[in-house]
């Protein structure tokens, strides 16, 4: 589906107010994409310890677009790091 399509979607006239959850989904869908490169950036880290984390499963999300081609949901990223906000040592 291109994006001109779900932009439709979403201002289709006959959408019911019901509809907001897969409007935000739609939309949600359409954010950009993020290299490993912004992503390691982002959360100081190096592009080999994302690496290592999606071998492992312990980091954030990512779609794989090819087998060389790795790219992280914006909203998968901002979820990966609020589940591991603390406020103090404790587990």
Do not use: C
């Not at 019911?16 to 982002?42: F, H, N, R, S, Y």
């Not at 310890?49 to 909203?75: F, N």
């Amino acid at each position: 589906m291109t994006r001109k399509t779900m932009a439709n979607l979403l201002d289709h006239p006959r959408a019911l107010p019901g509809d907001a959850i897969e409007k935000a989904a739609l939309a949600a869908a359409m954010a950009p994409l993020l290299t490993p490169a912004q992503v390691a950036d982002m959360l100081t880290v190096s592009e080999r310890t994302l690496e290592r984390w999606r071998m492992t499963g312990e980091g954030p999300e990512y779609v794989a677009l090819s087998r060389k081609v790795v790219r992280y949901d914006a909203v998968a990223l901002a979820t990966f790091v609020e589940a591991r906000r603390r406020i103090n040592t404790a587990a």
